[in-house]
C-alpha cells in the first residue's frame, strides 16, 4: 500500500473526515433505517451546509446519487427532447456524448484537441437544447473558468446548461445561477470515500423533465429528476437506499468548509498549493504541463508531461516512498502523470513530493 496519495480519485480522505468515519461507527449511525427521522436530520444537515458553502438559491434542489455518472444521465434524460450540444476536450466531457447517444438523442458538438481549451465564443447551433461543460477535463487538466460558463449563460439564456463539476467543485468560487445543473462526486475535492454523486437543479429543470414524461418523450423510470425532487421535498429522503455514511461525512465536512470561510478561503488555499505544483514541475528534467496555456489549466488538478521512460521512473520512485502518483488516463497513459491539489493534500504532502522527486533527478 501507500502513505500518501495523488491520485485523482479515490483521492486522499482528509484528516478530520477519519474521526467523522469512526464517530459515525460509535455513535451507530451507520445502523440507523434510511427511511427514519435520525437520517433525514443528517441528510437535511448535508442539504442546508451545501447550499451556505456553495450559495445555492434556496429554491434549488439538492439531489443525492450514486456518482456523477448517473448525475449525467439524468440532465441529458430530463431536459433533451431531441439534440444535445457538447464542449469536449478530454474523456470525461466526450462521455456526455456517448450517453446522448445511448438515449437515442442527436449530440452534436465541438471537440477541442486534447491538451487545449473550446472556443467558447463559437455559436451552439440552434436546435440544441441542452449544452453540456465539463468545468476541468480530469483526463487533461484543462479548465473551464467562471467567466466562460458566465459567458455562455448570457449568450443562451434560454438553454438548458449542465456542468460537470467534478474535479473542482469546492475549490473555486463559482455562481451556481450561471448553469441550470451542476453535478459532481465527493471522493475528490470534498475528500470523501467514493460513491456519492452530487446534483444541484433548478426549477426550471424539474419543470422540463415532468414535461418530457408527460409527452410520452422520455421514460421517468424509477430514479427520474421529479421522483428524486419529490423525495427531497417531502422530508430530505432519496428513492433508492442512499449512502448514509458518505450523506453525514459531507454534512460534517461542509460545516468545516464554511467555517474556514467558505469557496473564497478554499479558492485561495488552492491556488497556492498549485503554484507550489507548478515549482516542483518546473525545476524537473524533461517534464512539462500538458496543458500548455497555465491560465485554462485547472488549479485542482495538474497533468504533466514527458516521454515514457521518465514517467515510469516518476512512478517507480514514488512507490518506493510509498507515494502513489496519479497515472495518465486513456490514451495519455505512457507520457503523462496527474497530480491532484484537492483540499485534503497539504503543502507538507507537496513538500515531501518535491523532496522525493528533486532527489530522484540530482537537483538541489
Known amino acids: 500500500m501507500f502513505d500518501l496519495t495523488f491520485t485523482p480519485g479515490p483521492s486522499k480522505i482528509c484528516p478530520e473526515v477519519k474521526k467523522d468515519i469512526t464517530n459515525a461507527?460509535?455513535?451507530k449511525i451507520l445502523e440507523i433505517s434510511?427511511?427514519?427521522?435520525?437520517?433525514?436530520?443528517?441528510?437535511?444537515?448535508?442539504?442546508?451546509?451545501?447550499?451556505?458553502?456553495?450559495?445555492?438559491p434556496r429554491h434549488w434542489h439538492v439531489l443525492f446519487l450514486g456518482s456523477a455518472i448517473e448525475a449525467m444521465e439524468l440532465a441529458i434524460r430530463s431536459t433533451v427532447k431531441e439534440t444535445s450540444f457538447h464542449f469536449t476536450n478530454g474523456n470525461f466531457s466526450e462521455y456526455f456524448i456517448k450517453l446522448a447517444k445511448d438515449l437515442h438523442k442527436k449530440p452534436l458538438y465541438q471537440k477541442a484537441?486534447?491538451?487545449?481549451?473550446?472556443?467558447?465564443?463559437?455559436?451552439?447551433?440552434?436546435?440544441a437544447e441542452l449544452?453540456?461543460?465539463?468545468?476541468?477535463?480530469?483526463?487533461?487538466?484543462?479548465?473551464?473558468?467562471?467567466e466562460?460558463?458566465?459567458?455562455?449563460?448570457?449568450?443562451y439564456p434560454e438553454k438548458f446548461i449542465a456542468v460537470d463539476a467534478t474535479s473542482i467543485m469546492g475549490v473555486i468560487d463559482i455562481d451556481i445561477k450561471q448553469a441550470d445543473i451542476w453535478l459532481w462526486s465527493v471522493q475528490k475535492c470534498f475528500g470523501l470515500p467514493a460513491g456519492l454523486g452530487i446534483m444541484v437543479v433548478n426549477q426550471k429543470v424539474w419543470e422540463k423533465s415532468r414535461d418530457l414524461h408527460q409527452q410520452g418523450i422520455n421514460p421517468i423510470g424509477a430514479f427520474g429528476i421529479e421522483?428524486?425532487?419529490n423525495k427531497m421535498l417531502k422530508n430530505y429522503n432519496t428513492i433508492a437506499t442512499p449512502n448514509v455514511l458518505n450523506i453525514y461525512l459531507l454534512g460534517q465536512q461542509t460545516q468545516r468548509f464554511i467555517d474556514k470561510g467558505g469557496l473564497p478561503t478554499m479558492e485561495k488555499e488552492t491556488r497556492i498549493k498549485i503554484a507550489k505544483i507548478y515549482e516542483l514541475l518546473d525545476s524537473l528534467p524533461n517534464i512539462t504541463t500538458f496543458i500548455k496555456n497555465r491560465n485554462d489549466s485547472s488549479?485542482?488538478?495538474?497533468?504533466?508531461?514527458?516521454?515514457?521512460a521518465t514517467v515510469a521512473k516518476i512512478h517507480q520512485v514514488c512507490k518506493e516512498n510509498n507515494i502513489h502518483m496519479g497515472t495518465g488516463y486513456g490514451?495519455?497513459?505512457?507520457t503523462t502523470f496527474r497530480i491532484c491539489n484537492f483540499p485534503a493534500i497539504t503543502i507538507e504532502d507537496i513538500k515531501l513530493l518535491s523532496s522525493v522527486l528533486k532527489k530522484a533527478f540530482h537537483i538541489k
Not at 34 to 56: D, G, M, W, Y
Not at 148 to 155: C, G, Q, S, V
Not at 299 to 308: F, R, W
Not at 331 to 334: A, E, H, N, Q, Y
Open 25 to 27: 461507527i460509535d455513535t
Open 331 to 334: 490514451k495519455l497513459k505512457p
Open 131 to 146: 449544452i453540456t461543460i465539463t468545468q476541468c477535463e480530469s483526463s487533461t487538466g484543462c479548465m473551464v473558468s467562471p
Open 299 to 308: 488549479i485542482s488538478l495538474v497533468c504533466a508531461k514527458s516521454d515514457e
Open 113 to 127: 484537441v486534447w491538451g487545449t481549451k473550446n472556443d467558447y465564443t463559437e455559436d451552439v447551433p440552434n436546435e
Open 148 to 155: 466562460d460558463i458566465k459567458n455562455i449563460r448570457k449568450k
Open 34 to 56: 434510511h427511511r427514519s427521522p435520525e437520517f433525514c436530520s443528517i441528510s437535511q444537515l448535508a442539504v442546508e451546509n451545501l447550499k451556505t458553502f456553495l450559495k445555492i
Open 227 to 229: 421522483k428524486n425532487v
